[in-house]
């Protein structure tokens, strides 16, 4: 009994990790040099960049219970204060209003004085009051479901940059069932979103708050460091980083495996856990009608831009952690996060670290290259901040091609290439494209890969699982969800 597991990216090692743990022999195999994948940590001068994804949702467990369970306890971090993030809006910086959920205010107050919308935007939000239901069953992207009820200014300044640009993907053509399947809900039971919304704020009246986004103080790198070690002292494991797998093959007892560095190896299971145009090379052959459903995946690219700077830097340094940018600037950036002023520890006194996020607005500019991205931030942070000179460190770390979109119909397109597995059992998919980007999302389907492989191996039946890729289990609740290294809410 033996199980393949390709790609050492968060998914992988957690797969890997967990079938190690119930005695399953298992070879994980990476073709990069180093594990981790997007999740990247390093330190430099007293500074510590986060090349991926620099926290977590702690309200989906699935992250915080495997740091704990590999005795990173003590290392968890959660922001500082003051939590507060800003809209970049008609060339101006305005405040993202207390009470706030994921696109709808949960307290009325706060959303009737703020100047992020006009008096006639905000009338033009209050049809959502008397709107009736769409009454669709069929999957619509978040833009037009949004625009519908609340209008256009929500959706720009609000929607477009919080939940589109998590998903590098414009809201217009992000799918409603597959990131916010409970808005639909909310509309449904409540038929009004504004009183879905103050509803929720209320049902949570008197509860402490705080952020649910938590990191560690190693930054998220520590997070997969430990995992990885964890598995070099498993026995049950084998790693293989600088290998590639070049061709996958369906045998009488399991799986034929040829890698670019030695003969065929048998397997009874194997899971893919690679980006989707990778898993879809490697089932050309031995299931072409899955490798055509996953291309239907669109994948894009996006770039992080870290910039250290001297806080003499700026007339005025910057404060709070971050802003994200409205459909009506004329930026490259999607939003800029102030690391060291969200996180502890992360850079020298007297010094700010940036995050500046490039992909959603303006993808041809990652196209372009390393140069080209970090000439569009250092130009974005001197119009938004103020910056002055040189930065003292820079970062630019790109993702091509690896971005996966949920666009609309991508519930349908994710079970189409599932189903087509069936006849291939102890072949399992998981990771970013399918069932969720952000780091739990990708724990959680780490662990059901393991879990159906190890159903499949004791008594030969899949284990069949629904497919459910919801951005955020409250629709109202005060954050984001986040894929690699994308934008984040306080």
Known sequence: MSVLVVGGGITGLTTAWALGRAGVPTVLVESAGRLGGKVGTERQAGFLIESGPDSFISYRPAALELARELGLGEAILRPTEPRTVDIRSGGRFRRLPDGMGLVLPTRLRPFITTDLFSPLEKLRMGLDLVLPRDGLERDIAVGTFLRRRLGDALVERLAGPLIGGVYGTPVDELSLLAVVPQLRDAEREHRSLMLASLASGRGRKGQPVGSPFVTLAGGTG???????TAIGEMSEVTVRTGTTLR????????????????PEASFDAVVLATSG????GLLEDLAPVAAER???????STAIVTLAYPLEAFAEPPTGHGFLVAADEPLAIDACTFSSRKWAGRAPDGTILLRCFVGTRRPGIVAGGVEAVLRAARADVATTLGARGEPILWRVSRLTGQMPHYTVGHRERVNAAFEALTDLPGLVLAGAPYRGVGLPDCIAQGRSAAAAVGSILGDGRPSAEPIAVPLDTDPFEGAVAHGPGRPLTA
Do not use: E, M
């Not at 996958?248 to 399991?254: A, K």
């Not at 996953?294 to 894009?300: A, C, L, M, N, Y």
């Open 247 to 262: 061709t996958l093959r369906r045998t009488t007892g399991g799986y034929g495996a040829r890698f670019d560095d030695g």
């Open 222 to 228: 520590q997070l997969t460091d430990a995992l990885a």
């Open 294 to 300: 996953i291309r239907t995946v669109p994948h894009g």
């Open 277 to 280: 145009p990778a898993a879809a």
